[in-house]
């Protein structure tokens, strides 16, 4: 795992500077602290930073080809690179090391950009193909790894991390309010685009051509759900699944250096790790948090079943509310992009306890998206139930789940979905008519930040997704939508973000792209099954996952934001919220706010809500103010001390 950075001149002409780019690599050096590298010609010039785990004595990069023309530097792992170096020898290519890294550069040579479909694994590269003036940049088909460029007037940057790109000079970065307002919709911001103008993700399962000072971008991988219909028993399916996960697992294993377990509790970490302590001779290591408190679900005494199960060495922390205050600095500096994501803070103190122990952490994430595993799936198959079935059921069920929507606010946003059509709005996650931002942009939103979105349709970039798979059963249709938004835009850069921010490297077997495409060739009721999540996968490991971990009502990571933004952090949040520096930018509404933080009638206190507009505030500050930033403001509130916002650290300083 590492960071990479460069800057690419349109054309010949163009002479990029190498400082410009060891400024970038330093703003990053928590993703490589090992070494460093770097390649310098007139018009290009690529860095990279490493943090060493396979080929440690030779692993150095850049990495070039026999006589120097082609050049790469990458992030990840590539778990078939054995296969591909062993091929690649028997058509006599030469190596010099014995690095997945090198791997891609032969295969480069013989297949051009199409190299990248040949790759399992995760990774972001960027490669400069020297005699044809060529960059090419890559990302993994899920989005595991990050990759960000920029255009200027006469060149291209790239980077793992948004700040690199504030190390240069003739960058101003700038805010960009349609993805405020993509952010307050869905909690995240989907698509390519990111909190600052002219800054683009490249998005999953692309790459990107520059040639000429032309960019060209290319999907070289869909997911697909007709392609290959499973046709054989649930029994065989079962079998096949098996011998995926344990192939995944040992290839997910493979490492020169101590690889440990994010242990939550449930099905898919335990599955993991179930199969993890038969591919070593060593004890396995695992990890686990918990939250200071016992108003909520606590994910550690499933954790120590399954390390007692299996025998790992286990080690778990508890965190409290000043730790997570703490942490918001870190949060901001390492995320970068606006991520209603406060499971982060759980992932950081964790890999950071990991870290005295290990270098490689296997977590089960993507296993939810993958198998059907979320309630939601679930529920709104029962809704397309009682919307076939017509009347008198459909308004039985309007009066049941209205009802219910009085007793859990989670029940809420069903009635809606019930009366209008499912592609109509993003549906599988809190967006849709469902949204609290959506539903409140009139007395939310300032006349002025209303304006400035021109009309945008923050929910366009998901309808056109949904129509790639209009003719698919609505659970295929749900799984995509997620796999192709929530999953990489969300899930996958908290988890990629806050573990490098560590210097860990976490991978993430049920994402192997195999994976994936197995379970979306699965009929629909093996991966949800009356009122069964993920069915398939928990059948696959009865017997071995303990029952209770099976039968669990799945919690998700829960954080009590709720409890703590009206005790412990509700000073801070009252205090940051309405102060005239976040006021002034324009965005809110003064009454809209403080009606929100008034409002008590939901069991969440609008937790999410508050915690979105505090990490946009701070976002500003930090990225945006010219490095302002309350890093102090939290402790002083909970001492009573006025507080006074200071400077943060310099760039690529971590904030600690």
């Not at 990248?116 to 003036?133: N, Q, Y």
């Not at 945008?456 to 949904?466: G, L, M, N, P």
């Not at 192709?484 to 077997?509: G, H």
């Amino acid at each position: 795992m590492c960071g990479i950075a460069g800057k690419v001149g349109f054309d010949k002409e163009t002479v990029v500077k190498a400082p410009v780019v060891h400024r970038m690599m330093d703003a990053i050096v928590h993703r490589g602290p090992d070494d460093d590298g770097i390649y310098i010609e007139s018009q290009a010039v690529l860095g990279h930073r490493r943090l060493s785990i396979i080929d440690l004595n030779t692993g150095k990069q850049p990495i070039s080809n026999e006589n120097g023309t082609v050049w790469i530097v990458y992030n990840g792992e590539i778990y078939n690179f054995k296969e591909l170096r062993d091929e690649l020898l028997s058509k006599g290519h030469v190596f010099r090391t014995h690095t997945d890294t090198e791997v891609i550069v032969h295969l480069y040579e013989d297949h051009g950009e199409e190299c990248v479909a040949k790759l399992r694994g995760m990774f972001a590269f960027a490669l400069w193909d020297a005699p044809k003036r060529k960059l090419l940049l890559a990302r993994d088909r899920v989005g595991i790894k990050p990759l960000y460029y920029l255009r200027t007037r006469d060149s291209l940057l790239f980077a793992s991390e948004i700040k690199a790109f504030m190390a240069d000079p003739s960058v101003q970065l700038e805010v960009n309010p349609r993805a405020i307002d993509m952010f307050l919709t869905f909690n995240y911001v989907p698509g390519s685009e990111t909190m600052f103008q002219n800054v683009r993700k490249l998005q999953p399962g692309h790459y990107l051509v520059m040639k000429d000072g032309e960019v060209n971008i290319r999907r070289y991988w869909d997911l697909e759900f007709s392609y290959a219909s499973w046709d054989g028993s649930f029994d065989s399916a079962v079998t096949r699944l098996t011998e995926l996960l344990k192939q995944t697992v040992r290839d997910h294993m493979i490492s020169d250096v101590p690889v440990g377990i994010l242990l939550s509790g449930g099905v898919d970490s335990t599955a993991l790790l179930s199969l993890a302590v038969h591919e070593t001779d060593k004890k396995v290591s695992t990890f686990t948090v918990g939250f200071e408190g016992e108003s909520f679900a606590d994910e550690r005494p499933y954790a120590r079943l399954a390390a007692e199960r299996f025998g790992s060495q286990h080690y778990e922390l508890t965190i409290t509310a000043k730790d997570f205050l703490d942490f918001l600095p870190k949060y901001v500096w390492h995320m970068e992009e606006p991520v209603c994501e406060p499971p982060a803070a759980a992932l950081y103190y964790i890999t950071r306890l990991a870290k005295e122990h290990v270098k490689v952490l296997l977590s089960g994430e993507g296993g939810d998206e993958a198998f059907a595993g979320y309630q939601n799936y679930r529920n709104m198959l029962w809704l397309e139930r009682v919307r076939a079935a017509g009347q008198p059921w459909k308004g039985l069920a309007l009066v049941v789940l209205n009802t219910l929507g009085l007793v859990a606010e989670r029940f809420q946003k069903y009635p809606v979905m019930l009366k209008r059509p499912m592609e109509s709005f993003y549906y599988s996650r809190t967006a849709g008519p469902s949204s609290f931002f959506i539903r409140n942009k009139a007395r939310f939103y300032s006349s002025s930040f209303t304006n400035s979105l021109n009309r945008f349709d923050s929910t366009q970039c998901i309808r056109e997704i949904v129509t790639r798979v209009a003719d698919q059963p609505l659970l295929n249709r749900m799984l995509y939508v997620d796999t192709k938004t929530w999953l990489p835009d969300e899930l996958l850069i908290k988890a990629d973000k806050i573990s490098m921010a560590n210097s860990l490297e976490l991978r993430v077997p049920l994402l192997d792209h195999k994976v994936l495409e197995f379970a979306a060739s699965l009929p629909v009721d093996y991966k949800v099954r009356q009122f069964t999540t993920k069915y398939i996968l928990k059948e696959t490991f009865k017997g071995l996952v303990p029952s209770e971990i099976l039968r669990r009502r799945k919690t998700g990571f829960p954080v009590p934001l709720a409890s703590w933004f009206k005790n412990e952090l509700k000073g801070f949040t009252r205090e940051l919220l309405l102060d005239a520096k976040t006021l002034d930018r324009g965005y809110f509404e003064r009454n809209a706010i403080e009606a929100l933080l008034r409002d008590d009638k939901r069991p969440d206190g609008y937790s999410a809500e508050i915690f979105s507009l505090i990490t946009l505030e701070l976002l500003h500050r930090q990225f945006l103010d010219g490095g302002s930033f309350a890093s102090e403001l939290a402790p002083s509130i909970l001492s009573g001390r006025p507080s006074v916002p200071v400077l943060s650290p310099r760039l690529g300083c971590d904030p600690a």
